[in-house]
């Protein structure tokens, strides 16, 4: 099992930066595929970025493609996300999560909540406009 907790959250007006972080521990990180979603007041749960286990492969969500970057060191057992050019529209509640994966499945990234594992507590990100 692993623990995952998440950091850099935080109030920023728009057209400005914030790098999230989340620390996982308690297992091996590397052989964990990763992600990042976000939910906002009164909406779903949404796709936001995802990584594979060696960093090689990566997705985004179309309403943030070009805009964010999703980033791991697994020597600190850290993945990131690294988001510019933010919208009011981006103001979330963003979570990490972690799926374990075997050694065949290294390439892969996933998209739907429901494939992952484990869950940090969230951070809130506010853009003001």
């Known amino acids: 099992q692993v623990q995952l907790v998440e950091s850099g959250g935080g109030l920023v007006q728009a057209g400005g930066s914030l790098r999230l972080s989340c620390a996982a521990s308690?297992?091996?990180?590397?052989?964990?595929?990763m992600g990042w979603f976000r939910q906002a007041p009164g909406k779903e749960r949404e796709f936001v970025a995802a990584?594979?286990?060696?960093?090689?492969?990566?997705s985004y969500a179309d309403s943030v493609k070009g805009r964010f970057t999703i980033s791991r060191d697994n020597a600190k057992n850290t993945v990131y996300l690294q988001m510019n050019s933010l919208k009011p529209e981006d103001t979330a509640v963003y979570y990490c999560?972690?799926?374990?994966?075997?050694?065949?499945?290294?390439?892969?990234?996933?998209?739907?909540?429901?494939?992952?594992?484990?869950w940090g507590q969230g951070t809130q990100v506010t853009v003001s406009s």
């Open positions: 999560a972690g799926k374990p994966i075997p050694n065949y499945r290294a390439t892969h990234v996933y998209t739907r909540a429901d494939d992952y594992d484990y």
């Open positions: 308690g297992r091996t990180f590397s052989n964990y595929a």
């Open positions: 990584i594979s286990w060696g960093g090689g492969t990566t």
